[in-house]
């Protein structure tokens, strides 16, 4: 049997029903075409190579098809199934398609539309299976670089990181506190041609102003008391690498002085040497703060930000990209029940649509340490709303929707009053969270997205005028 055909599996209990079903399949489409006449050996069949289409009858003795066709979702929930009906049964067979399965007809059957039911169906699966493994290995790909994601926003970065990687532009990297801006930093490195070296990170706002010049410098033997010997700095430490200065809008300004020097001439001179040291050293600078705004209060040099600002990507906070929620959540969830030698766990529905909705102050390190909590003192394998984080939000928005009075309306129109009220209200912040994203709003609200868009036009909201402009990379 070749191994890059798809398998068609066909279940009838009559011998040779079932074989007249192969063969018409058989000579029409071009796949492995295998007939049973029992649903026990359809699942033995399934449990070892899961076909991707199967034509079952209804009626059969050992297990009916519609049990046939839960079992087979169990073993793989994007085969598709087509039931075959007799006359008088099709009521089973909308029983068939509530459970799951593709499409159905009925006996006597007509060949061509037989054909063009599974070869439909087919090419359904065929682009589920292809669409799944493409975000697979997009998610893949993001893991190596150690960025979880696939929206837009996330697909931007990684984009623009191909683009740079092996230059020696200097990047700012800016975002909320918890945003991944350390891990960004490393994501570039190591897509970079220096990734065969380690790269230098430097806490900026840990170390006092005297140390962090000696850190990042060096020092001359005697060039100040105790300095018995001399000491290469951290810039020498990164050459041919990368250094990351950590929050570098907390850096006092007498080295951002020196700082720019090296930027511009890419040499340094250690404390008490008389003589430059040339560098080779990409510099990648972070920071959670507005550097304009320490400009202007004189405590950062203009010079020194176009100097950095070669270059600017800002990390989205969670709130901004609420569809990579559950695979950054579901990240962390293998991440600890690997360390802590958990079953394999999973989280629940509720769960999943509380942490979409959840306002993450504290971002991708907040969502991290409750994955963690959970991991550690969930009772269950599924991991449940109540195990996440329940503080309320401090969104004022979140507050009492204020609504007219309609006592002098109808019940029926006074009604009609408030639910538009309450949609508009409800519908309108959603989107605000999304920035215009419907897509995610749906997924916040608990909707589908095109019943979502429905709503929206009956209450006349426009998703655009909520659409933020993309300050992925400036």
């Known amino acids: 049997m070749p191994e890059n055909k798809p398998l068609i599996l066909v279940v009838d209990d009559n011998e040779d029903m079932a074989e007249l079903l192969g063969k018409i399949i058989r000579r029409n489409i071009d796949a492995n075409v295998q007939s049973v006449t029992s649903s026990a050996a359809a699942i033995d069949i399934a449990r070892k190579t899961p076909p991707l289409v199967v034509v079952t009858d209804i009626k059969m003795p050992d297990m009916d098809g519609l049990e046939l066709l839960d079992r087979l979702k169990l073993i793989d929930s994007d085969i598709g199934v087509i039931v075959i009906t007799g006359y008088g049964t099709v009521e089973s067979a909308v029983k068939a398609l509530k459970k799951g399965a593709y499409d159905y007809f009925q006996k006597p059957f007509d060949n061509k539309r037989l054909v063009h039911v599974v070869k439909t169906c087919l090419d359904h699966v065929l682009l589920k299976k292809k669409s799944a493994r493409l975000k697979e290995q997009l998610y893949e790909e993001s893991i190596n670089y150690g960025i979880v994601g696939t929206s837009h926003r996330i697909r931007k970065v990684l984009d623009l990181f191909s683009r740079i990687a092996d230059t020696d532009v200097t990047v700012l990297v800016r975002g909320e506190s918890g945003t991944g801006k350390e891990l960004a930093a490393r994501a570039l490195h190591a897509m970079s041609s220096r990734s065969s070296k380690e790269m230098i990170t430097v806490n900026c706002p840990a170390l006092p102003e005297h140390i962090l ?262």
């Open 213 to 474: 010049e000696s850190e990042l410098f060096g020092y001359s033997r005697g060039a100040f008391t105790g300095a018995t010997s001399a000491k290469k700095g951290l810039f020498i430490a990164a050459n041919k690498s990368t250094i990351l200065l950590d929050e570098i809008a907390d850096i006092p300004v007498s080295i951002q002085t020196k700082l720019l020097r090296v930027l511009q001439e890419k040499e340094i001179r250690p404390l008490g040497s008389t003589h430059n040291i040339k560098i080779d050293v990409r510099v990648i600078a972070s920071t959670n703060q507005s550097l304009e705004e320490k400009i202007k209060k004189g405590e950062f040099r203009e010079d020194l930000f176009y100097r950095l600002n070669v270059v600017s990507v800002t990390m989205p906070a969670l709130r901004e990209i609420p569809e990579d929620i559950p695979l950054i959540a579901n990240h962390f969830l293998r991440k600890y029940t690997a360390k802590y030698e958990r079953e394999e766990m999973s989280f629940s529905r509720e769960a999943i649509k509380f942490m979409i909705s959840y306002p993450w102050p504290g971002n991708v390190r907040q969502l991290e340490n409750a994955v963690k909590r959970a991991v550690l003192l969930s009772d269950s394998n599924e991991i449940s709303a109540a195990c996440l984080p329940q503080e309320k939000s401090e969104d004022p928005a979140m507050g009492e929707i204020n609504m007219p009075c309609f006592d002098n309306l109808p019940y029926k129109d006074a009604k009609e009053a408030v639910l538009k009220c309450f949609s508009q209200h409800y519908l309108t912040r959603t989107l605000k969270k999304t920035g215009g994203n419907v897509t995610a709003a749906a997924a916040m609200v608990g909707l589908e997205r095109q019943a979502l868009q429905r709503i929206l036009r009956k209450y006349g909201i426009k998703s655009a005028e909520f659409r933020k402009k993309d300050n992925g990379s400036e």
